[in-house]
């Protein structure tokens, strides 16, 4: 089944943690994305690839960091310089310039 | 600077009774308009989606109408029902490689609806 896989599904960091977040998508997509959700808000835009080996800042960029080396993978990682990281995480691919994303089911992230 | 503005944040409607939700845009450039919906603990799903130069699209229940001349666009949603229940986001993007690509939403609109 093609779709986009995001893992883990429920994540614990530590403070001063850092911890990477996986995207895999088999959907041929070029664009990849990252979203930050908190409760009862809109989806936040923290980085985006519209090619390999590119990637560009979102609105919210500050205390991450993205690759983009495969087609296919899009991680994140949420730094030590995150203050405040707890949120659900998604990530999402689409034919460049396309508005019709498909996400994964996300990743809850909690700091403990 | 939020690019894509949505309104209500939420909404309770009656079961069959009709969910509007009405976002309004700031760039020109923008020429693809998406409907997300989403439940607690998913992703968004893609819903329904638009171009400029249509003002109206239905699928089934659900149904856009676009102003471009007011960079206005709303979702219907018809004969409500419980299962309908979830957070609904516009968005927008420009296929333009100068605007980055980049896919915008709004802030969401919770709604109920109530059997």
């Known amino acids: 089944d093609g779709g986009i896989t995001q893992s883990p599904k429920y994540l614990f960091r530590k403070e001063g943690q850092n911890v990477t977040l996986s995207c895999e998508q088999n959907?041929?997509?070029?664009?990849m994305y990252w979203y930050r959700q908190d409760p009862g808000q809109g989806l936040r835009l923290i980085y985006y690839s519209q090619i390999v080996n590119d990637f560009q800042k979102g609105d919210i960029a500050e205390g991450y960091s993205v690759s983009r080396e495969k087609k296919e993978s899009f991680p994140l990682t949420v730094t030590s310089a995150q203050k405040n990281p707890t949120a659900f995480y998604l990530c999402?691919?689409?034919?460049?310039?396309?508005?019709?994303?498909?996400f994964g089911q996300g990743t809850r992230l909690t700091v403990v | 600077q939020q690019q894509v503005k949505q309104s209500p944040q939420s909404l309770i409607v009656q079961k069959g009774g009709i969910s509007i939700i009405n976002c309004a845009y700031e760039?020109?450039?923008?020429?693809?308009f998406p409907w997300y919906q989403q439940f607690p603990g998913k992703g968004p799903a893609l819903l329904i989606a638009?171009?400029?130069?249509?003002s109206e699209k239905k699928e089934g229940r659900f149904t856009i109408s676009f102003n471009k001349s007011a960079k206005q666009f709303s979702l219907h949603i018809m004969d409500s029902q419980p299962g309908d229940s979830a957070t609904y986001f516009c968005a927008a993007i420009s296929g333009l490689a100068s605007s980055g690509n980049k896919l915008t939403f709004g802030g969401g609109t919770r709604v109920l609806v109530k059997p």
């Open positions: 760039n020109t450039a923008f020429d693809y």
């Open positions: 638009i171009r400029p130069d249509v």
């Open positions: 959907l041929n997509h070029d664009a």
């Open positions: 999402a691919s689409s034919i460049r310039g396309m508005g019709e994303a498909f």
